[in-house]
């Protein structure tokens, strides 16, 4: 298994433009969630998904968009890229149904990250 | 909404110590309390994890505390050693199986002295 896999791992964009961070996992987890980590804060969750076509607002959704179509994407948008989101952004999932009551059924698992800069 | 606040911010002791990292939390209907450990550049990895329906968890060198009535649960790692040194974040979450939607707090650089 890769496991969480994110891409790209780094990125510059100038203010204004849009992209989209790429998520992926193989576990056959159902929770996916986006969060950024700036330096002091710890991480904010953005958006989160239960499951595929299921999508809900973090602490800091405003600027971004997701959508899920599969169980193993979750996307994220930035719209008009801003200063205020250069952060190092995170994915998880979690959550394998067909685990039952293992301890280890909802641990959560991150990707790598990807750096983004917006000049 | 949840608040979760961590203390200290930085924490440097001698290796063989002990450390100590308390984190407390506002939403009284919270449930779940996990610990990462993120190195330098590095993701977040889980170390620890415990549930309202348990007061303590060890693991190794490695245990957690939780004091509902308080509204805080802590951090334990003893015969600390250098590779102990990293960023340790505490997080909450409610319901069941709702890991997906951790809120953090704002972490602990701990530094582990040789």
């Known amino acids: 298994n890769a496991g969480v896999t994110q891409t790209p791992k780094f990125q510059v964009l100038k203010t204004g433009q849009s992209m989209t961070l790429q998520c992926a996992q193989d576990?056959?987890?159902?929770?996916m969630s986006w969060y950024r980590q700036d330096p002091g804060m710890g991480l904010r969750l953005i958006h989160y998904s239960v499951g595929a076509g299921i999508t809900d607002q973090g602490e800091v959704p405003n600027g971004y968009n997701v959508s899920r179509s599969t169980t193993e994407d979750f996307p994220l948008r930035l719209l008009s890229a801003a200063p205020s989101q250069t952060s190092v952004y995170f994915c998880a999932s979690s959550y394998n149904r067909g685990l039952g009551q293992a301890s280890h059924t909802d641990t959560q698992y991150f990707g790598p990250g990807t750096r983004l800069t917006v000049l | 909404g949840e608040n979760v606040e961590q203390h200290p911010s930085t924490l440097s002791v001698q290796e063989g110590d002990s450390a100590v990292i308390k984190c407390t939390y506002s939403d009284s209907a919270s449930n779940y309390f996990p610990w990462y450990k993120q190195e330098l550049g590095k993701r977040p990895q889980l170390i620890i994890d415990i549930r309202s329906n348990v007061g303590e968890k060890k693991d190794q060198r490695i245990a957690v505390t939780l004091n509902k009535t308080a509204k805080h649960f802590s951090l334990h790692i003893t015969e600390t050693q250098p590779e102990d040194s990293a960023v340790y974040f505490c997080a909450a979450s409610k319901g069941r199986y709702s890991s997906y939607k951790l809120i953090f707090g704002s972490g602990t650089r701990l530094l582990v002295r040789p």
């Open positions: 576990m056959n987890h159902e929770y």
